[in-house]
């Protein structure tokens, strides 16, 4: 079974400009969370996505946005980026939502601004 | 509010025993992870704590404390593939929804 997979993995970008990430979890899973990863910070929270609707939101501007297809697909998008918006970002996967389901990773999208 | 704390960095020596603790004060808790990130990769589910006590799976043990906010995950026979970063996860609800909030992870070190 494939896991999840990211793409890009890297990428390189500047001040101001948007950026889109995407998804493939792992096939059946219907649940996709993203999170922003920053040494020292640990995982931040950004949004989860169910049945193609947004469940779940972390404590990010209105700047990063996602969406999720009816494949459980799942797209993440910054635009005006800033310099703290570098780090690397993952995407986990599971079957469903709710406590007690782990949570399977991607091996993320290492974005830098410049 | 929510926090959830581990020591940042430890060292222990190949084929010895350490112990990871992680306190987490959380609302409406419902079950701790443990995972595993080894530099560069993605994050591998260990375990799952809901209920009290202690649960062993190989050379990984991890244990939970729900009265006392408290965990720990316990690495047996030390190998040095098990230099990696370790990251607890509480799963706490906010705003009517379940959210994990996870520690900063602590990094371990293992040396020959």
């Known amino acids: 079974k494939a896991g999840v997979t990211q793409t890009p993995r890297y990428l390189i970008k500047t001040r101001g400009q948007q950026v889109t990430l995407s998804c493939s979890p792992i096939?059946?899973?219907?649940?996709v969370s993203w999170y922003q990863q920053t040494p020292g910070q640990g995982l931040q929270f950004l949004f989860e996505y169910f049945s193609e609707t947004q469940r779940n939101k972390g404590n990010f501007p209105g700047r990063f946005s996602g969406r999720q297809f009816s494949n459980s697909r799942s797209e993440m998008n910054v635009s005006t980026l800033e310099l703290g918006d570098s780090a690397l970002y993952l995407c986990?996967?599971?079957?469903?939502?709710?406590?007690?389901?782990?949570?399977?990773f991607g091996d993320g999208t290492r974005l830098s601004i410049l | 509010g929510q926090n959830i704390d581990q020591p940042t960095e430890m060292t222990a020596t190949e084929g010895a025993i350490v112990q990871i603790n992680c306190t987490y004060q959380t609302s409406g808790f419902n079950g701790l992870f443990w995972y595993q990130q080894h530099a560069g990769e993605a994050p591998t589910f260990l375990s799952y704590n809901v209920l009290d006590g202690l649960e062993e799976k190989g050379r990984f043990s991890s244990f939970l404390s729900r009265s006392k906010g408290y965990s720990y995950l316990l690495l047996k026979e030390l190998q040095m593939k098990d230099s990696a970063s370790y990251l607890c996860?509480?799963?706490?609800?906010?705003?009517?929804?379940?959210?994990?909030?996870w520690g900063a992870g602590t990094k371990l070190i293992i040396k020959p």
């Open positions: 986990a996967s599971s079957p469903d939502r709710g406590p007690g389901q782990p949570q399977h």
């Open positions: 096939s059946g899973h219907r649940s």
């Open positions: 996860a509480a799963y706490s609800l906010m705003d009517s929804n379940y959210q994990l909030i």
